[in-house]
Every structure is written in C-alpha cells, then in structure tokens.
C-alpha cells in the first residue's frame, strides 16, 4: 500500500513539474516577448488580466498540488519509505519546492501585486513595467528550470522504480 502511494505521488508530481515547466516556458518565451512588443498602457493592463485569470483552480491544483506531492516526496525520502530512487525524490522536491514555488511567493507575486496597483497609462507605470519586464521574466525562468530540473529528478526516480 505504501508503494502504492508513494508511486501515485511521483507519478502525479512528475505530470504537475512537467506542466510547470512548460507553462513557465512558454510564458516566458511567448507571452512575455508579446506584451514588450505591445504599447506599454496595453502590456501592463494584460498582464494585469492575466495575473487576475491564472488565479483558478485548476492552476492552484497543478501548482500547489506539486509542491504538496514534492515535500511529501522528500519526507518519504529522508525517512526512507522508498524502495529507491530517494535521493531523486529528494532533489526533485527541493527544486520545486524551493526553485519554483518559493521563487514564485518571494519574488514573482510581489511584482504582481505591484504591477496590479499601478495606473497603466502613467509615467510610474511606465517605469514599473521596465524593471517588471526584467525582473519578472529573470524569475520566471529560474521558475521554468527549477521546474524542468523537478521533472528530470522525478523522472529519474522512476527509472530507478522500475
């Protein structure tokens, strides 16, 4: 029963880092090259709307769902309730965990929060989204390989599983 478990996780903690991974990745390969293209009054209201709709359950459930199943999966590690592979279980949980989704908490949610509070069409929005349009986007890729660094340990721990 307890393998049973502890595969279960892994597997769904190897889907939920992979959509991680990709959504980063795409976000900041795509959307974010779109909005600095844009006019800037137009980029920061998007991307107020977008940080206003990813706010929805299904990404709270990929999201927070992999970080649950990734300090689970480090705690049946360091207990070592696993037949093997715990040291990727481990390192896959750390990645995301704290690569990803404290990264996100620290530093990604503030700027929003910022961006959220700011007049689009004023010179202090204007400033903002400059330093926005780094610094998010610095971030964000750390988020997006943190989370491709989670899915290759968590892969890794199923090949040692099987």
């Known amino acids: 029963m307890a393998d049973s478990l502890v595969f279960a996780s892994l597997l769904l ?3 939920g880092a992979g959509l991680t991974a990709g ?8 959307v974010m090259q779109a909005l600095r293209r ?3 009054p137009a980029g920061i209201q998007t991307m107020q709307t977008i940080n206003v709709t990813v706010l929805n359950p299904v990404f709270f459930a990929a999201f927070f769902g992999t ?3 990734g300090i689970l999966l480090g705690v049946f590690a360091l207990l ?3 037949p093997s592979g715990g040291i990727w279980l ?4 750390l990645f995301y965990v704290v690569g990803t989704f404290l990264v996100t908490v620290v530093f990604n949610v503030p700027m929003n929060e910022a961006l959220a509070k700011v007049e ?3 010179t202090q929005g204007a400033e903002l989204w400059r330093e926005y349009l780094s610094r998010w986007v610095m971030w964000n890729h750390v988020r997006a390989v943190a989370s491709l660094l ?3 340990s968590y892969a890794m721990a199923l090949v040692e599983w099987s």
């Open 23 to 30: 959504f980063f990745f795409a976000f900041s390969n795509t």
């Open 150 to 152: 989670a899915l290759a």
């Open 80 to 82: 070592g309730l696993v």
């Open 67 to 69: 970080a649950a199943l």
């Open 13 to 15: 903690a190897t889907l």
């Open 38 to 40: 844009m006019p800037v």
């Open 90 to 93: 481990f390192l896959g949980g």
């Open 120 to 122: 689009p069409a004023t």
